[in-house]
């Protein structure tokens, strides 16, 4: 809906303001709204205009969005009315493309990677002659847990960037049982995601009754002083988060049980909101090296053997999680085409320091350089290692099975980089509202 760009700038004239934010910049966008044309500096202040003031469909299913949407901003700003149908229309882009893909290949024009919505556990467990590892070796419930919070709940939460404070904070998107948190009086650019049997979250309240104080997070963008106030505003009337729907986190395994090569799913840090298909690479006492299929060894780390980022096969199918494909796909056979080879790097780099931190929480965020995170950069769960530097070229394996054997020839295709955010509450500030409520 691009199009009228700006009002005019003769002498005299006060250059017009954005609709929605107010801010004198070069309206790029237009809108007919009862007989009048609101002008507007970008398309996701239109988008939020028409979210706080007009009728919003389901690109989908095309019913009336009735409360907070599920909005994706890459290629394009779109509406869904809930989680499902953003991923049935993401199912039915990717079965698009593909079919295009199909159509050139019969064309003659060779492809080197093959899109699908679809990753079979069994099917890629048999192609690369490897095992799963057993869901008792990790530190996660048999039957991922049930996940009742509602976009913008508040509740108590560990400040990522230092976890000795413990800071309101605001649900602002989830995926299956993990909720993506923003601390109120902080920016978006320092979100995180933890599981909803965490430790790390309470519900408001907890932090008082065990003899603390709520504090700022890190980052504060009011006065120090201003924050009880801050924080007397902020909870009036907010939507808390029951105690009933927080989860027991459960207990770990007696002992560090891992083997090289066994398969696992497993949170990308770099990117925490995908997980990914990986192996361990190494073991040393209580700790885990963990490898991505299919890359070469940037994101790979070393994690506590009862770290909450690493999950058994089929979890994510189970939770409701998407589960990322593995990065190289260029495979010539195959029900899927991924005859992904594992390279497990020949040289692991050495672990961190065996003792853990003595606070919860998780690692300083870090940069991406595989697929934009939409200023989300902190681990889901409790970070007991730092993340390593890039591994040394995978070019020979640790393990004598020639299935997973190095394939590196082919340089692996970034994972999806569409963004997925929902409308939320800024939680910077108390005197902006939702542009949509409940």
Excluded at 164 to 184: F, K, N, Y
Excluded at 216 to 238: C, E, I, V, Y
Excluded at 384 to 400: F, G, N
Excluded at 401 to 410: F, G, H, L, M, V
Aim: glycine share 6%; proline share 9%.
């Amino acid at each position: 809906m691009a199009g009228v760009g700006g009002k005019g700038s003769g002498k005299g004239r006060t250059k017009p303001c954005c609709a929605w934010c107010s801010e004198k910049r070069d309206l790029k966008y237009c809108l007919a709204v009862d007989h009048q044309k609101k002008d507007f500096c970008s398309e996701m202040c239109l988008h939020d205009y028409k979210t706080a003031f007009l009728k919003v469909t389901c690109t989908f299913c095309e019913c009336e969005i009735t409360k907070n949407p599920v909005v994706i901003t890459e290629p394009s700003i779109k509406d869904f009315c809930s989680q499902q149908c953003l991923q049935k229309h993401n199912a039915k882009e990717l079965s698009s493309q593909l079919d295009k893909q199909k159509s050139k290949q019969s064309s003659g024009f060779q492809f080197q990677y093959e899109i699908t919505g679809v990753f079979d556990w069994d099917v890629y467990l048999k192609e690369c002659n490897a095992t799963a590892a057993p869901a008792e070796w990790f530190k996660q419930n048999t039957v991922p847990p049930k996940n009742e919070f509602r976009i913008g709940m508040k509740l108590e939460a560990f400040d990522p960037r230092n976890t000795t404070s413990t800071c309101i904070a605001t649900v602002v998107g989830m995926q299956g049982p993990v909720l993506r948190l923003r601390l109120d009086g902080g920016d978006n650019k320092n979100d995180f995601w933890r599981l909803v049997d965490s430790s790390d979250i309470h519900p408001i309240g907890h932090c008082e009754k065990n003899g603390g104080m709520l504090q700022p997070p890190l980052g504060f963008r009011m006065n120090a002083s201003s924050w009880p106030m801050f924080l007397l505003k902020t909870l009036n009337g907010a939507d808390i988060a029951p105690s009933s729907i927080f989860m027991k986190e459960p207990d770990s395994p007696p002992r560090n049980l891992f083997e090289v090569g066994v398969k696992l799913e497993a949170v990308d840090r770099k990117n925490p909101h995908l997980i990914c298909p990986a192996t361990i690479g190494a073991v040393k006492d209580d700790m885990i090296f963990i490898t991505f299929d299919g890359w070469r060894g940037a994101f790979d780390y070393w994690c506590y053997y009862d770290a909450r980022d690493i999950f058994p096969v089929g979890w994510c199918k189970a939770s409701g999680h998407p589960l990322q494909l593995p990065g190289n796909k260029a495979g010539s056979s195959g029900k899927y085409k991924i005859k992904v080879q594992v390279s497990l790097p020949n040289t692991v780099p050495p672990p961190p320091p065996v003792s853990k931190p003595p606070s919860p929480g998780s690692q300083t965020p870090s940069s991406s350089t595989r697929s934009r995170s939409n200023g989300v950069s902190s681990n889901m769960e409790k970070t007991h290692a730092q993340p390593l530097q890039q591994a040394v070229s995978p070019s020979s394996t640790v393990l004598e099975n020639e299935s997973i054997a190095s394939n590196i020839d082919c340089k692996p295709p970034s994972p999806s980089t569409t963004k997925v955010l929902v409308t939320e509450p800024d939680t910077s500030s108390v005197s902006k509202t939702s542009p949509s409520g409940d």
